[in-house]
């Protein structure tokens, strides 16, 4: 590199001769540098754009997975909805099925008791009319004593009658209403006066430890009477055969309420299947019926929380034990 500078002090001009290879040098590093500092950076700028690209790229794919789960989702509630609203038809249908199977499971025990109800309503119809005519006949002898008394036994027959067929009534009418308080005593009473005759005719010695005090529990008066009842015609059928025809019925009160059946028939052939739908061990023609009465007794008691057992007893006979959900018992007004 040539350089002058004018040196007009002196009158003369400065001349240097400047060797530009370390400049030179230094450019190329400098420039290397640079080149090498973009190179960096560009590399940086596509690997971020390839980044992106790859990110745009599984964000389109994720998409189309989401959207794709979404549809197989909504398909799948839509699948769903469907099923809930079929079960619950279905549902809706086996209460419908269940509701008339207890119903043609009381109107099949009525019609097994039909005899011994007419009985019970002819007895009293009849002495009804030997009592009225005894005391038209003592009116007359004048005698207005006895016929005050014949008049009274005429009442005492109608509310024998108007018991029978209250309890009648009571137990054909479908209960549709929920689980109530009922008293215990009351619905076995109406039970045993239900299925009085068939346990007369029979000869069966029926042994009833009424409970000394009211016993409240949770359920429905007309299907726990059902439950009842079809327990008391069981034992009944069951001891057919037997040299010794009792039944034995008491409440137990401890924490639980259970009411205890037992008999001295000869005992459950199969307990593990007692309780199964269409199981019987009578023959054709018994009264017998299709072997639902333990199945709909069992599907009644635990709808109101209980349960219910069979068991062979040591001595022979079987024991039959409904356990209920005591009630609170009413408030007694001050």
Not at 18 to 41: D, P, T
Not at 163 to 186: D, H, K, M, S, Y
Not at 194 to 209: C, F, K, N, P, Q
Request: glycine share 8%; hydrophobic share 45%.
């Amino acid at each position: 590199m040539h350089l002058t500078q004018a040196l007009p002090v002196i009158g003369m001009t400065g001349e240097v001769l400047l060797s530009v290879a370390e400049a030179k040098q230094l450019a190329l590093a400098q420039a290397a540098a640079v080149a090498a500092l973009c190179l960096a950076f560009g590399s940086l700028l596509y690997l971020a754009a390839e980044r992106r690209r790859a990110l745009s790229q599984a964000n389109v794919q994720l998409e189309a997975r989401v959207a794709a789960r979404t549809t197989a989702l909504r398909e799948t509630n839509e699948q769903l909805r469907r099923e809930a609203a079929e079960r619950e038809e279905a549902q809706a249908a086996l209460r419908r099925a269940q509701d008339d199977l207890v119903q043609a499971g009381k109107l099949s025990a009525l019609g097994q008791m039909s005899a011994g109800i007419s009985h019970e309503l002819n007895q009293p119809l009849m002495a009804i009319r030997s009592f009225a005519e005894n005391a038209v006949q003592f009116m007359e002898r004048d005698r207005p004593e006895r016929a005050a008394e014949n008049l009274g036994r005429i009442s005492d027959m109608a509310r024998r009658m108007g018991r029978i067929i209250q309890n009648l009534r009571a137990f054909a009418r479908q209960e549709t209403g929920p689980q109530e308080r009922v008293e215990l005593g009351a619905v076995l009473t109406a039970a045993i006066d239900l299925t009085r005759s068939h346990v007369e005719d029979a000869g069966v010695r029926l042994i009833y430890d009424a409970p000394q005090r009211d016993v409240w529990v949770r359920g429905g008066e007309v299907r726990l009477g059902q439950v009842f009842v079809n327990l008391i015609t069981n034992a009944v059928d069951a001891m057919a055969a037997a040299e010794e025809k009792q039944l034995d019925i008491a409440v137990v009160k401890e924490g639980t309420v259970a009411v205890r059946f037992a008999d001295t028939g000869p005992g459950i052939e199969m307990p593990d299947k007692v309780f199964d739908p269409f199981y019987t061990t009578k023959s054709v023609g018994e009264t017998a019926g299709m072997g639902l009465g333990l199945s709909i007794s069992y599907g009644i008691v635990q709808s109101f929380g209980g349960q219910i057992k069979g068991s062979n007893l040591e001595g022979g006979g079987a024991l039959f034990v409904v356990t209920l959900e005591p009630a609170a018992e009413k408030a007694v007004a001050a």
